[in-house]
């Protein structure tokens, strides 16, 4: 049988076609090994489900949830008036038309101690105490006791009584507290007054006579 030239061209254009397509579906098979240049995701690529969270819990926790240290805290305090708490006391009269000198010295003692004015928690005295000395007054004290023979001199002026009282000048405060809960939930209000020493001194004036 004898073939012509054009089918044997065609029969050659066709087996040079298959030869192509089984090039192509090699290239194909192969892409997996080569998944990580090609975009094709990876075992270690593919995303595992989130496991399911228990029963009753919230699946999204809330990432801004707070918490307070659970106590007593004083939020609020003001400054009010100092005072002061006289131990020993004594006067000299002038009745003269001149000035006169003096010289007063104390022969008694007493304490001044902080105090608050209601019935509170240790922790809450001790917190009361520590807002005073830190937000208004950091030469106070928990007590005082003055100085036996002090001692002040000056003159009197005519006509006119001096008094003189010695003792410990008291730094006073009022104040408010509440219970702080861990969810920085407050209750149980409270509110006061408080003092503590924090100098003792002479304290003069005079009158006219």
Wanted: charged letters at 15%; one cysteine or more; hydrophobic letters at 35%.
């Amino acid at each position: 049988m004898s073939v012509s030239r054009r089918t044997l061209r065609a029969r050659g254009m066709a087996a040079a076609a298959v030869t192509a397509m089984a090039g192509m579906l090699l290239a194909v098979a192969a892409s997996p090994a080569n998944a990580g240049d090609s975009g094709w995701p990876t075992k270690d690529q593919v995303p595992i489900p989130a496991a399911a969270p228990p029963l009753g819990e919230d699946p999204t926790p809330n990432p801004r949830a707070i918490y307070c240290e659970p106590g007593e805290y004083v939020y609020s305090m003001t400054n009010t008036t100092n005072t002061f708490d006289t131990k020993y006391a004594t006067s000299v009269i002038n009745t003269t038309n001149s000035a006169k000198s003096f010289k007063f010295t104390a022969t008694t003692t007493g304490t001044t101690t902080y105090t608050v004015s209601i019935s509170v928690s240790a922790e809450l005295k001790a917190g009361i105490f520590a807002k005073i000395a830190a937000t208004i007054n950091g030469g106070i004290s928990q007590a005082n006791t003055t100085s036996y023979g002090a001692e002040v001199s000056g003159t009197v002026d005519p006509h006119t009584t001096l008094y003189g009282d010695y003792g410990n000048w008291k730094e006073n405060v009022t104040w408010k507290s509440h219970y702080t809960y861990s969810n920085c939930s407050t209750a149980n209000e409270k509110a006061g007054s408080a003092y503590a020493p924090y100098r003792e001194a002479w304290k003069l004036w005079e009158v006219a006579n």
